[in-house]
């Protein structure tokens, strides 16, 4: 009992003491995670190793991790360590190599170990060793462009080794001066004696270069034009004292040496064009840029038809060649046994000057008396006479395609070589390479502007339309909608060859339709004699009406319409038939016939309505126009809730009518259109209404809120990837959009389901979105004053720490007294778009095809304005039962026929099981997008940086776009018979 009294005792007096003196908190001990040192883990495996294959083996394992910017300082320091202990030179060399890739590991910077990397050259035997040594310290120093003194060092090192025997070393010191040194900068007398010429005077890089040039390694000497290149790449100007050395390894034996010296030739000749220079053998001088030209010319001739193809490449960006020289490259008679031949008129005039005519008695006696060296004949005589001739007969198709691309660059400057050059180019539609015809044939189309064909060229050109090739055809029609022709027996004879086309190759209709309708708007006089003929009229008896199915006669009238537009008096040989066909192919195939003026025709006055309105004014009304539509639209928030929707609607319409009239700004109108839609919605969500009606009364109006809320999201989506060139503050004014249909989102959550929980998520993620577009959008805030999410920026403290129902509170009021953003458009913003030609879905006869079995069902469409279609274009096939399958086109399938638009020929393949009747299917084109590939997507952490408390937003939402109007395509999967 006593002692139990005792202990109760000292419990009291311990209490009172503990609540007079409370007992003080030891502070938590603060816990810091480190990361194992890589150095020393390299330098355990180092030591451990008992033989240089070990060792090695430890290096090859450690250059496959990653190494942080703060490790590899140490890193470096244990294996220069090592370095120096090591006799083996295969591990020396890895070590030297991974002082190099450490080097370039973002956020280190190389300055402090520049000194042991110099050092480490003093002592080294191997010349393998001491060349990878070279490299790292070539590494080293772009990786520290701004520091001088240590990029003289290492110039002052590469000149001391340039005369090691290793043409390795030799290689890599050039390297070192092309991408380190500097023109302005003379390089010291010290670094001069390092190279064996002490008390020579101060030199510069370009001159210790350029001595390398006749380096006995042909390895060495392309080397050293390469650094001379590279000083040219970094902006400095080369020294024309180069130029003949240069001239002079054109004749090198070795074919990277001349590969290389054809590119500095090029080089000087664009920098120095208008210099003069002497020509060899001669009195003559000439311009450096036709004697560079002359040279180049030679080397398409040259024996490695690398470097024929790299000389034609480069003659086609000589623009400022004269045109004397410009015109020898597809003349072969200039020269003659190496002799030079004066014309029949220079002759003459020497023979009237002596009072001497050749009297026939002695055998050539009117030769040229003068003999030329052969060793130093002109270049130009032997080289630019019939360049491009060799080049277009050469045995390498590459080599011929390079002639191709020359001739036309060369021709697209001038108007006098294009004529010349016509009857080369034509002749290239009949090369046994298709990629050599297809490239001759787009030649032909860029220079068209400055040709006319004459009938002979024109049959050859029309030859091509035999080919197996839907390429080869497309591209040719193509060609005919620019080209000028001479008489009208070239439109009688097109027309019937395209007619041919249409008859062998069904599915050429529309790209014959449309060569045919330019050819008609180019050449209305020629058509004029011709539409008797065409039309098949008489002018006394009457003539049956040709069938209005027949794709030809489609095709003819297609071409007399487009003559007629420009040609009044055509119309009075029509026959009545004719102005029926008119208004029925003015109906179906509008983008084919144009708008005629045809007096007295009553099918045709209403149709003359197109001179009026904005679709026929100046662009620049109907850009103003839009203008003023947005800024009425602007003064929503001092107008009523039915006023203002009321204007929205209006406004809808007459941009919607607006982009149908004017095409330059179709795209224009129709975003601006679908922004005011989803302001529209989201007008409409937010009446008074809905929101002063208790929960359980307004289901049916939050059921419409929700629908215009999912609306709203895919509006915004189409909005930033079906359009293309919109600037950052219109993809931030879709953000916007977006993120208030998700607040609206979030307070229908609310209102309709019951708890807290499903709120949470939410909220935590509406937050997210709300801190990812100020990080995205940092710079476009100052021109959102008085939006949504200014407001909610404002109080962003308070957001993240209230609760969900709060949030939703704050959000609904929020919502309500945001003012309307008003949308700047953008030069030119257009509209991504597809029209699928084939199937045309115009058939009533079944597909038909065995069950289980698939059929191919060709697929032919024109894509207009789609970035990157190869990723992003997908084909979708819906069955009648629901099924939708989506089928991705190979990359092959896509071509460019011009700027901005794409044709996808493929194969979709269709299968299904037995079907008791023929049903429908459904084919579209899709449009795929990701919120990652988003115009505006959050930077992607480094490796190293863990994602796991980053906040996931929207980068993971995908989906489709419809792209095209779906074709219905009959199909009949049938049972397989027993």
Known sequence: MMAAHLKKRVYEE??????????????AKKLRLTKPSKSAALHLDLCKATNPTDALQYLLQFARKTVEAESVEGVARILLEHYYKETDTSVRLKIASLLG??????????????????????????????????????????????????????????????????????????????????????????????????????????????????????????AAIKAMLQLHDRGMKLQQTIYNQACKLLNDDYEQVRSAAVQMVWVLSQLYAESIVPIPSSNEEIRLVDDSFGKICHMVSDGSWVVRVQAAKLLGSMLQVSPHFLEQTLDKKLMSDLRRKRTAHERAKELYASGEFSSGRRWADDAPKEKVDTSGVNLIDSGACGAFVHGLEDEMYEVRTASVEALCLLAQSSASFAEKCLDFLVDMFNDEIEEVRLQSIHALRQISIHITLREDQLDTVLAVLEDSSRDIREALHELLCYTNVSTKECIQLALLELLKNLTKYPTDRNSVWKCLKFLGVRHPTLVLPLVPELLSTHPYFDTPEPDMDDPAYIAVLVLVFNAAKSCPTMSALFSDHTFRHYAYLRDSLSHLVPQLRLPGKKLTSGLGSEACGPGSGSVESARLFLQDSLAHVSMLQSLEAPGAQDLLDFTIRDLQRLGELQTELAGSADFCATYLRCQLLLTKALQEKLWNMAVPLCLKQNAMASAAVKQILEETYKLEFLYSGLETRQVATIHHVRLQAKALQLVLTARTKRGVDPLIGISEKFIQEVESFQRLFMSELPHFQESFVEKLLEVMPRLVACKPLDLVKILQTTLRQSGFLHLKIPEQIHRASATIIEPTGESDNPLRFTTGLVVALDIDATLEHVQEPQNTVKVQVLYPDGQAHIIHPKPGDFRHPGPGRVRLITQVYLSHSAWTEPCQIEVRLLLAYSSSTSKLSSPKPAWNESTEGLPQTESSIEGTIPLSKPVKVFIMPKLARR
């Open 101 to 222: 890739l450490l080097s370039k590991t973002q956020g280190f910077s190389p300055d402090c170990i520049v000194d042991d990397a110099i050092s480490t050259l003093n002592n080294e035997k191997s010349h393998q060793v001491l060349a990878q040594l070279l490299d790292t310290l070539l590494v080293i120093g772009t990786q520290l462009p701004d520091s001088v003194a240590i990029t003289q060092r290492l110039i002052e090192v590469a000149c001391k080794h340039l005369s090691d025997t290793y043409f390795g070393v030799r290689n890599k010191c050039l390297q070192l001066l092309g991408c380190l040194g500097t023109v302005d900068k003379p390089l010291t007398k010290e670094s001069d004696a390092t190279t064996g010429t002490s008390g020579a005077p101060t030199r510069d890089v370009q001159s210790v270069i350029s001595d390398y040039f006749a380096d006995q390694d042909p390895r060495v000497r392309t």
């Open 14 to 27: 311990f209490s009172k003491v503990v609540q007079q003196h409370p007992l003080e908190e030891v502070p």
